[in-house]
């Protein structure tokens, strides 16, 4: 997702690993399908912008998050929380799409596969024509989100982490000859000893241990338990970031945007037992950074020394 800090990989040098290339052209098709998905929920909502803002008006008043001056025009209101007033635009317009959809491509269904069929002389049976209701908050409650606009990016962000995960687990595996993923990094350090990650503004080598020790753990919430936060992962995902913030301090650069702010990552009051946790944008970020200084480091060396 797009936030105050966009990490990006470096392209290939002309003697870069085959793998780095590899690995390059997966990373950015996972950045431009996230930023396509994104950009298009952002055009629509600024097309509905102005009807969001008169359906909500008098809510957001009586919340606080604009007021009016004495001309009642919309150009003359003044938000007052600027963030949460967007948030809430968009994660109203997302919640009236979802409930669009609903309509027109789940509830029509079996009439509309029978419209379909019927022309061939057939149609379904009756008994496939269940009858379908969708509560939106109380699928908005299963996660640990404050709104739908949490819930939607937060999803993207799962795709992105898992997909990064997976890419970095596998080039690792492959190039170390080593299956087990908890150890990964140790395995990587013992191997390459002299990548010293600090030096890339980044944290102790034994920082980077834990750091993906975190992230493992994270892994297994979405491979494990479908994303329902359980006691066992909570307590080992709150240990993993409890340990890895002794490694950071302020003139760390991965650190800009405030990526291990307690309030935003990792933080306990959003590790929800028995809901479904979504990443946000600060530990979706602070994960590209890890693999941008892994692979970064890890091509320079190899090409240099070959």
Known sequence: MLTAYM????????????????????YYLSQVTNLTLLSYIESFIELHKNSIIDIKHDEFLKRK???EKKNKNISDWIINDEKKFYEEMKSFDIEQGLNEIFEQQISKRFDDINSFIMPFG????????KEISINFNEIKETTN???????????????EFLFLFSTTEHTLKTLLSYQRSDDLFLKLLETYPVLNFQEKGFISNDGYKVLWQLYNEVRNLYSHTHGILVRKLKDKINSKTHELKVFFNDDVHIMDSSFLNEEKVFNNKNLIENKFYLLNDEELNLFRNFVIVTMESLDEFITNKS
């Open 145 to 159: 989100a404050q709104n739908w606009y949490q819930v939607i990016t937060g999803f993207l962000n799962i795709w």
């Open 122 to 129: 057939t149609k379904l049976n009756d008994d496939l024509n």
């Open 65 to 67: 998050i604009i007021s």
């Open 7 to 26: 990490p990006t990989l470096r392209k290939p040098f002309n003697n870069s690993t085959d793998w780095y290339k590899n690995f390059y052209n997966i």
